[in-house]
């Protein structure tokens, strides 16, 4: 976000409504519904709930200044929204004051672990973190991280 001379304002993480945002983009590009819906196996009316964790990823990774690697699904939901470019890097510098890049591939040891610190950072600013999205339940998180990283 920025303020009124132009600088982007750090925001608490935990106070934007991701959901809400996740609507707005899916509003402005309305192709991800089916694209997003396709990859990651998802009905049309849950798009909005995994495109607001991919904005909850997004927003960890700015805050913690660390790579970071999503789950599996998240991934997926990421690659789609940026391939709609002008609207991925308007919303970056719009929300975070900077383009997040994604890098893919990386160790898969590098991987797991940030996968780990990524839940960890999750469930500290945002709870749990939806099973069905993250691969997690109760006996932790599931192999099926993303091969990505932020």
């Given at each position: 976000m920025t303020s009124s001379d132009g600088s982007v304002k750090q925001e608490d993480p935990e106070r934007a409504d991701y959901l809400a945002e996740a609507r707005k983009i899916l509003a402005d590009n309305p192709i991800l519904f089916?694209?997003?819906?396709?990859?990651?196996?998802?009905?049309?009316?849950?798009?909005?709930?995994?495109l607001a964790d991919v904005l909850r990823f997004l927003a960890l990774v700015k805050w913690?200044?660390?790579r970071l690697t999503p789950s599996e699904r998240v991934d997926k939901a990421w690659h789609e929204f940026i391939l709609c470019t002008r609207s991925y890097g308007t919303f970056c510098e719009r929300r975070f004051g900077r383009f997040i890049h994604h890098h893919p591939g990386g160790d898969e040891g590098d991987n797991r672990s940030q996968f780990r610190d990524t839940l960890k950072l999750y469930s500290l600013h945002f709870g749990p973190p939806n099973s069905e999205f993250w691969g997690v339940d109760s006996s932790g998180?599931?192999?099926d991280c993303g091969a990505c990283e932020a």
């Amino acid at each position: 976000m920025t303020s009124s001379d132009g600088s982007v304002k750090q925001e608490d993480p935990e106070r934007a409504d991701y959901l809400a945002e996740a609507r707005k983009i899916l509003a402005d590009n309305p192709i991800l519904f089916d694209k997003i819906g396709v990859s990651c196996v998802l009905a049309h009316h849950r798009v909005p709930e995994i495109l607001a964790d991919v904005l909850r990823f997004l927003a960890l990774v700015k805050w913690s200044s660390r790579r970071l690697t999503p789950s599996e699904r998240v991934d997926k939901a990421w690659h789609e929204f940026i391939l709609c470019t002008r609207s991925y890097g308007t919303f970056c510098e719009r929300r975070f004051g900077r383009f997040i890049h994604h890098h893919p591939g990386g160790d898969e040891g590098d991987n797991r672990s940030q996968f780990r610190d990524t839940l960890k950072l999750y469930s500290l600013h945002f709870g749990p973190p939806n099973s069905e999205f993250w691969g997690v339940d109760s006996s932790g998180p599931s192999a099926d991280c993303g091969a990505c990283e932020a």
